[in-house]
């Protein structure tokens, strides 16, 4: 790109020096320390100045029934290929054929699902161990629906093993096997993306039955990330929805 910029001559110096203090601003990267959720402004403004931001405390006595034109419907269970990764921010794990979900009459395809060393949102003021983020978006709007997995300590899980054991490299996965048996209960509310940027208008789909991963995988994830959680945000005039 500066290569680019360059060869348009003398007359382009001024945005040659605005692109080179831009990649400067870029340098700086978010994380969960230094550069952590209360500096996450300086990345991206909504993170600071959002009210619907997530994620947030569900309060199990504060929710309202849920609007059934919303009843999440999901179609997850496509065996695939997929890369893990160490992205730097968590382990994500992108299927090459995503599966979906449906809500409102709009189908949303899954993109990648990744983890956090413990559950973002709380409920009742309860972190889970653990808590697998599965990220959808409609193809035809771009809004996003992301369904949450609450992980306990319990079991072994098979799929925790496989994606644990392939980071670097590709995997067969079926993303199905990473939901609890029942899907049919959860909350609704919207909210934002949980990293900068922060975007808001994006469906949270969680789900109340959480999944089990033994001591030792938590411990395993835990190697890789443990704080990798943003705090728990303000409700302002948000509902939240409860099936
Ligand atoms: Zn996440």
Known sequence: MKKLVLTLGAAALLSVTAMASEHKAHE???????NGPAHWDEFSKTCGVGHHQSPINIIPGKTISMNHQFDLHLSEDIHTTAKVIDNGHSIKVTPK???KVEFNGEMFQLLQFHFHGKSEHTVDGKRYDMVAHMVHQNPKTKQLAVVAV???EGKNN????NILSSIGQETRVDPQDLL????A??????GSLTTPPCSENVQWYLLK???????????????YYVDNERPVQE???RKIEVN
């Open 209 to 223: 039955k959480p999944v089990e991963a033994s001591k030792d995988q938590i411990d395993a994830f835990r190697k």
């Open 235 to 237: 409700l302002y005039d």
């Open 28 to 34: 700086k990267h978010w994380d969960y320390s230094h």
């Open 180 to 183: 609890p048996t029942d899907t």
């Open 150 to 152: 609450f992980f306990e």
């Open 97 to 99: 054929v995503g599966g």
């Open 158 to 161: 098979p799929v925790l093993d």
């Open 185 to 190: 209960h959860y909350y609704h509310y919207i």
